[in-house]
């Protein structure tokens, strides 16, 4: 068995997760109180008790969702099981820097920073209203990017997630995101919709956002990973911690090459994924790029038991 470690990005969020972690390990409740700190704010109470709309703010969703991640992680290895033994971590989008954490490649407190510096600056990026995404259902890669190519007329639209073979995020300028739907559905998708996003991630106008990361990851340590990470936008081990840098700028307007991501662990060797985190939205994706890895989601006290007991 050849294992990956995966951790989730924006939209899996969720009051209360990762407390009942916290409350069976002392390990979890470790990570929640140094992000805490690192932010200088109780970022564990919005966590647990607070609104989901705030907590969905990109600037307060980004470190919750690496904390929650962490947290599950640490829980993991207080039952004996080490990142080592895997033989990738990868993460969609934000969740890149929670796969950096697990890797020892960011301190835990760095990512927690750069996370709410990325959600600031991503939110920033663009004023709200004038970006858009729109997930399109049924449509392959390439026909999506004739569908964003001919929606564009001008304005920015690009394939910014490359979920899975049936669904494909388009992001840019809202009026041209609005066209990529229709032409989407005149082209034969099944389904294409605005997603609820307040901002349009992964797209070309993200260029401001990409500068403050720039800069922000200059001034961190970066290690190199102790397995190899399964970088975005490049959809290919990295271990450098010079490119791991660079590939992190470029993830900020680049596309999110989950699918082919997937794709690489398998023709490496990979047939089992553990989906560390809130949520199990990538192992829906995983399945439907390649149905002989076995998925297995961890964000609870059970699911840690669980995957301990089954290996």
Known sequence: MSKALVFPGQGAQAIGMGQALAEAYPAAQAVFDEVDDALGEPLSKLIWDGEIEELTLTQNAQPALMATSIAALRALQAEGVSVQKAAFVAGHSLGEYSALAAAGSLSVADAARLLRTRGRAMQEAVPVGVGAMAAILGLDLEAVREV???????????????????QVVVSGHRAAVERAVEIAKAKGAKRAMLLPVSAPFHCALMAPAAEVMAEALDAVEIKAPVVPLVANVIAAPVSDPAEIRRLLVEQVTGSVRWRESVAAMAAAGVDEVWEIGSGKALSGMIRRIERSISCKAVGTPDDVRSVIVGG
């Open 148 to 166: 964003a190519a001919e929606a564009a007329q001008g304005e920015v639209c690009e394939a910014a997630n490359d979920n899975d073979p049936a």
